[in-house]
């Protein structure tokens, strides 16, 4: 199974990319998620979301609609856009790997939020494609930098106390 | 999918309970959430319809503690287990570390776990995934029933392999924590083989 690996230098990358978006979007809320619903990084005012829930109802939105579009004859949807009362939501994949997720109010438009969230989706996509370069090279050379490397059945065993 | 981030040090990894409607799933996830420190978990988000099926999913994370410094994540899911619901059950599968296969030992129920058990494997399957190559513990649920089949003949019927099993009443939450930390133990052991 193909596992997701992140690490610092991209991880600071993406924290960057996602914190230019917030502002030049003038959003409330941008995040970042894996397919399988794990929170990546956020940008914005997080403090009374649960942004771990958000994550896997963002993915489970993302797959619903997916198996929808393939009913449908029709490649995933790339992007979905939901409008509230207050707040939108602008949903886009990025690398066909990851989910960017725009929260945005009144103060900005959802034209201007495309606009930036084309820009981000670019240089997001490059910097997946490092990491996944650097995940494959990583695995050549096994056991470096793992922290399974060090992590002892008897540490697994302990956990579960 | 296991999710290995190098930066916040963490570890996340999903596990998913599957079996027939009613065997009680969601009850398992409902009962760790009760019994887990307010500190270790999120919200429990369930999918439901109005009267309290699940609809698409139920959703738990469970943050157990750290090793060697990196915190250890589970994302615990439940699928809908009603036959009409496939392709849901399907999408809930995918990047999966961890299977959970939740029986109802009722007489009656025998042929809906065959058949939701059948439809794990293919499900898998269409994903590349492998039952017997994954991180795998079934759970005889709802012993406390009067009409259920004996262990014996639920293990030469569901579990040919012998992979881990429990009894579980997960209503009064007998053995819903062996089960998990069955899994869990597996699925960490799969990862650390892995890297
Ligand atoms: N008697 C008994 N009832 C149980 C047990 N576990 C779950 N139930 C009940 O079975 C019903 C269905 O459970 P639920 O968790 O919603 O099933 P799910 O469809 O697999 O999610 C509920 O009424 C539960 O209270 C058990 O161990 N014994
Ligand atoms: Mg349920």
């Known amino acids: 199974m193909s596992e997701l690996v992140m690490y610092e230098e991209e991880f600071r990358r993406i924290d960057e990319e996602l914190k230019r978006l917030y502002q030049l979007a003038n959003a409330k809320l941008v995040f970042l998620v894996d397919k399988n619903g794990q929170l990546i990084s956020s940008a914005g005012d997080t403090h009374d979301i649960d942004t771990t829930a958000l994550a896997s109802l963002t993915a489970g939105n993302i797959a619903a609609t997916g198996g929808i579009a393939k009913l449908l004859g029709q490649k995933e949807f790339s992007i979905l856009f939901h409008e509230g009362e207050k707040d939108n939501i602008h949903i886009s994949l990025v690398a066909n790997k990851v989910i960017l997720v725009v929260v945005f109010d009144q103060r900005t438009s959802l034209g201007l939020v495309r606009l930036r969230v084309k820009k981000s989706t670019q240089s997001l996509e490059r910097i997946f494609e490092e990491l996944d370069k650097k995940s494959s090279i990583e695995e050549r050379d096994k056991g470096l930098t793992s922290p399974f490397s060090e992590i002892t059945d008897e540490d697994i065993d302990r956990l579960f106390g | ?195």
């Open chain 2, 1 to 195: 999918m296991s999710f290995i981030n190098y930066s916040t040090r963490e570890i996340n990894c999903k596990i998913v309970y599957y079996g027939p409607g009613l065997c009680g799933k969601t009850t398992n996830l409902q009962f760790i959430y009760k019994k887990t420190a307010p500190e270790q978990k999120g919200k429990l988000i369930s999918l439901a319809t109005e009267s309290e099926r699940t609809l698409f999913f139920d959703f738990l994370p469970l943050a157990l503690g750290d090793i060697k410094g990196f915190r250890v994540r589970f994302h615990l899911y439940t699928v809908p287990g009603q036959v009409f619901y496939a392709a849901s059950r399907k999408l809930i599968l995918k990047g999966v570390d961890g299977v959970v296969f939740v029986a109802d030992s009722q007489i009656e129920r025998m042929d809906a776990n065959i058949e939701s058990l059948e439809d794990l494997r293919i499900n898998l399957a269409e994903y590349g995934y492998e039952l017997d190559r994954l991180p795998f513990v079934i759970q005889y649920n709802k012993r406390d029933l009067p009409n259920i089949v004996p262990v014996g003949e639920l293990q030469k019927i569901l579990n040919p392999d012998n992979v881990p099993s429990y009894e579980a009443i997960a209503s009064q939450g007998m053995g819903v924590f062996e089960t998990l930390k069955d899994v869990g133990k597996q699925v960490l052991k799969e990862l650390k083989k892995n890297y």
